[in-house]
């Protein structure tokens, strides 16, 4: 673990045992931003660079949010059904999946469910109609279905996905209004107003606003505050419901089309706000006290099954994953294809091949460096170990 402190003293801990020097000067900038300066922060051991913030970072919040630090796929997380069955057809769940469930940036060309965006405040800026389309979807990149058997014999299904086009339409919305906010000189020249007026200084308004600068303004931590702050958290609840739709949508879709039978399911999501603790989670999940979640640690380990322990020095939280090893584009080119077949070799998959390469298991830590890792925050209770995988291709 490391310890580093702001500029007021407060300390966070770091859990992970390796991170990018941009990753540490990444949580650093953040940590010392003003309006953060009070908040709480833990990084989970799968912490690496992002967008924003640092994949991993979780953080208590009160008034003031910057959109980007949850992110363009509000809600993303991983749905996992206990399933009755004992065997699996691989090759038709593979047609099911490939004919049934779009994939990428494809979407359905009749919406398979509804859903209800009335109280979407910024539903102006967001293309509903996609939305609506996109239920029932999986994205791309490291979105994937899998299915895998725990060392007990239980066979599950898990669904990785998010809120597709709507978290990103919902995102990029407030993040231009904070960054417009941030810009913005009236507030500024008002605030100069008030006070000289109060000091029976009028005559020297005029040579006053002329002073003022255009502020420099750091557009990946733009905040939003007041009415701007209750607007975004009213639709990021909305979108972090979508999302469980969405993912639920999927596992409809597949269970009613191969008739394999579910005995029961739960959800692990890492892209969010908790809105009961009011902590944000980019990259990290909730394991509060006797909470059953899922660490997925790549397309050839597994997943580990989980149970929280509620330790408060962890923000309540464990990783999302294995954390990367390399980016996407060092992966790509790093990685030689024979070993990325050959690490596959035990999973029925139709999804190994060069767009897939930066997903191969060699690009993430591995799966000892975790369990050693999170062993104050959670306890691994069984190891679901994949028969089949499917990745957008």
Known sequence: MKIIKNSRGIETLIFAKTLEKEALEQIKKLINFEPYLDAKFRIMPDAHLGKGCTIGTTMTIT??????????????????????????????????????????????????????????RCQNHADLE??????????????????????AGVIY???HSGSRKLGSDICNYYQRKAIRHASNTTRIAQSIIDKLRFEGREDEIAAQIKKIKKPVVDKELAFLAGDDFDDYMNDMAIAQRYASHN?????????????????????????????????????????????????????????????????????????????????RTQAKKAIGMDDYIHSMRNVYTTSVGKKTLDEAPQAYKSIEEIKSAIVDTVEVIDVITPLYNFKDH
Request: contains cysteine; charged residues 25%.
């Open 63 to 120: 008034d003031k949010i910057t959109p980007n630090m949850v992110g363009v796929d509000i809600g993303c997380g991983m749905l996992t059904v206990k399933l009755k069955a004992k065997e699996i057809d691989f090759k038709e769940l593979d047609k099911v999946i490939k004919t049934e469930i779009p994939s990428g940036f494809k979407v359905h060309k009749k919406a398979k469910k509804d859903f209800d965006f009335s109280n979407l």
């Open 130 to 151: 996609r939305a609506l389309l996109s239920i029932g979807t999986l994205g791309g990149g490291n979105h994937f279905i899998e299915v895998g058997k725990s060392k």
């Open 157 to 159: 299904l898990v669904i």
């Open 247 to 327: 993912r639920s949508a999927i596992a409809e879709i597949i269970l009613k089309e191969t008739g394999l039978q579910e005995s029961k399911r739960f959800e692990t999501i890492h892209n969010y706000i908790d809105f009961k603790r009011m902590i944000l989670r980019k990259g990290a999940v909730s394991a509060e006290k006797g909470e059953v979640l899922l660490i997925p640690i790549n397309m050839s380990e597994g997943s580990l099954l989980c149970v929280g322990k509620g330790n408060e020095n962890w923000n309540y939280s464990a990783p999302h994953g294995a954390g990367r090893l390399m980016s």
